[in-house]
Structure formats: structure tokens, C-alpha cells
């Protein structure tokens, strides 16, 4: 933002805008700007809202996803299997999975993934409490789902290297070329996995 | 965003923020998970930036800048010229203006322009209490910087009206081909505006 703030109130809202992720200081100003000509319950509200948010979040104890209860709708839900646990990275990634509709298990969200660079290690993650819900035992299956990156696979290898003497079953989601992608666009390593990871072919349509 | 919210809390921040201008529920939900991970201060720092400004900002009485006093800084300030005055929107033209540090004279932010399309008449904006400051004396010219649309031109115009019997000097502010502009890229209205209103050459390197 170019020039001199009229008022020390509205740099601060300014600043504190300024302060998110990918706002700069014209975005926050026109932000500011926005909420001031809304009426005073409707900025109220808005903040409010977040500043709730933080006090009275709770993080489900089984799964760790965000939760307005103890336990998450997910893991209190009598009809998901309880046998099944995907491992993601943060609750973004629990709504993805959630929004295709296709997964009926349960979850346990890490928080993140091991990360030496960043000084994030094991002990940052819920890793010891899946490792625990795993030797509670009802758990047959533990579906890896993070990202592949490095840091991604570190984590997926520490995670097996902790339950490999288990007897769980351990998967990792298939990586492979996007739905309705052109093959001469994907990189090499996908394709290359892709082909590697090939599935029977079944002859009906998906 | 697809997927149910895990968290009615969650989804009620996420709403907030998707209202603001140009945040759409993806990019609302990746601010609300920035702030999650802060301190609580922060939060609360955050939240009640906006809802104080609000409570607690101030108008100018003289030339309805946001300011911190009953009279802004600019209105109150003695080195500045007191019998110029340049009729702005909003005050992001007034902090643009400033920016330029070319301009010693004081404002009048009308909150807008005539646009009857969007239902705003001269009576809600801040015409009359222009009137009346040129009314009350002291003042020898007055500057239009507004928006060059029909709805500017319309505002202008109607000040226009209203103030040519007063004898102050009303001036428009220059409307020409940006500075670094090369002339084959600018539209035919401002190049031919700015052979129209060409200026006298110095012979000084501005």
C-alpha cells in the first residue's frame, strides 16, 4: 500500500489482514474497506467468528480431525468401518477424501509430515497415537495417504517401520495418471508408476 | 469447497470469510486453517482488529476522511493549503493522491458518485457539505478527481451545477497517456484527450 494511513485503527485492521496467507496490503485494504461499510453486527459476526473458533475447537481424541465434539462425527459414526484408518496429512485432506464419497473407514489425521528441514519431527505428529490405536487392536487396515513428496514417503516409511510388526495391513493410495488426463502430458514418474501399478482390467465401465 | 465441514464452528469462519470480496470458499478455508494454527492472541488480535475499527473509527467532520480525531491530520495541519480542494470517492483515492506527494491542498470524500442504477442519488453522498464548505469562504478552487465513467462525469456535472454561481475556480484533474506508456497501446479516447489537453513543452527534464 503506497501512502500514509488516515487512522491507526484502520492500519491495524490493515496489518493484521496483511498478515494471512497470499493477502498483500492493497488486498487488505480492500478487505478493511468491505467490512466497514457492512453494519456493525455483520463485522461483529465475522470476527467473532474466528476469534470462537480458536477458543472452542476441539480436535476429535480418536482421529485427531477437527470436531465439535470429543469424538468426530466420522469416528462416533456407528455405520463407518472401524477397521479401516486412513492417514492424512490435515483435516483439508479428510474433506477431499470425504467428497468422494468413496471411503467408509475412519481416520487419523497426522498434522503434518515429518519434516527435518522445517524441525518437525515424529514427535510433532500423531504418529505415537495411531501407532497406540493400532495395538488397541480392531484395526485390520492402514491406508497411507500423504502427500509424495520426500517428506511425505519419510513419513510413510516410519509409520511402517513402527507397525510392520504388527500384522497390520499396510496400503498406499495409487498414484497414477488423473481421470481424463492425456498421456503425453503426464510426467514421467507418474506414468512410469502408473504402469508399474497396473489393475486387471475388468470390462465394465467404472 | 467440496466435503461436509467436520466442525459447525469451522464452517460458520469459513462462511464469514467467504463473503468478503474476491475470497471464495476454498481460499476462506485456507485463511480460517492459517488462523487455527496461530497463538490465541494472534486470533483474537486479528478478530478484534476489525470489529474496534469499526466500533470506534471516525470520520473527518470537515472532509469525511476515515481519520482517528473529530478533524483528520490532513484537515488540521497548517502547512497545508487550506483553499484548495480536491473532491475524491473514497479515501484509497485520498491515500493514492497523498502517495504522490504532489498535493498541498485538503479533500472531500464523497463516499461515492451519483450512479442511479445502483440507487445513489447526490443526497448520499457528501454534495451538500461540499457546497457548504465552499459556501463558508476561504476556498478558491476546487479540484474534480473523480472516476472517469458516466456516473464521474455525472458527479461532476452536478458539483458543477451547484457551485458555478459561487465563483470558485473548478478544475478537472488531467487525463492523459500514463507516464512510460507507449502511444500505439493506448486507447484512442485518452490519446486523443491528451493531444486535446497538451500541455505547453518547458524544456526541463521533468
Redesign the interface.
Known amino acids: ?10 492500519e ?2 490493515v ?3 496483511a ?5 498483500g496490503k492493497k ?1 487488505a ?8 461499510r ?1 453494519d ?1 453486527e455483520t ?16 480436535y476429535c481424541r480418536k482421529c485427531h ?4 465434539t470429543e469424538v ?3 469416528c462416533s459414526n456407528p455405520q463407518r468401518d472401524a477397521s479401516v484408518v486412513c492417514v492424512v496429512e ?3 485432506d ?3 477424501v ?2 468422494t464419497q468413496q471411503y467408509r473407514g475412519l481416520y487419523h489425521v497426522l498434522g503434518g509430515v515429518i519434516s527435518p528441514m522445517d524441525g518437525i519431527g515424529p514427535g510433532d505428529l500423531q504418529i505415537d497415537s495411531l501407532i497406540k490405536r493400532v495395538q488397541d487392536g480392531g484395526i485390520s487396515e492402514v491406508i497411507l495417504a500423504l502427500s509424495s513428496t520426500m517428506e511425505g514417503d519419510t513419513t510413510n516409511f516410519y509409520i511402517y517401520r513402527k507397525l510392520e510388526h504388527t500384522g497390520v495391513r499396510l496400503s498406499v493410495i495409487a498414484r497414477g495418471i488423473s481421470v481424463g488426463d492425456e498421456l503425453e502430458y503426464a510426467d514421467e514418474v507418474t506414468l512410469g508408476r502408473s504402469i508399474m501399478n497396473r489393475t486387471p482390467f475388468s470390462g465394465v465401465m467404472p
Chains 1, 2 share one sequence.
Open positions: 500500500m503506497n501512502g500514509q494511513f488516515p487512522s491507526t485503527l484502520l491495524k485492521a496489518n493484521e489482514f498478515k494471512l496467507p497470499g493477502v488486498t485494504m480492500r478487505l478493511v474497506l468491505h467490512l466497514l457492512q456493525e463485522v461483529e459476526a465475522f470476527g467473532n467468528s474466528v476469534i470462537r473458533l480458536k477458543h472452542e475447537v476441539k480431525n477437527i470436531s465439535d468426530c462425527h466420522i490435515n483435516i483439508r479428510v474433506m477431499a470425504e467428497a
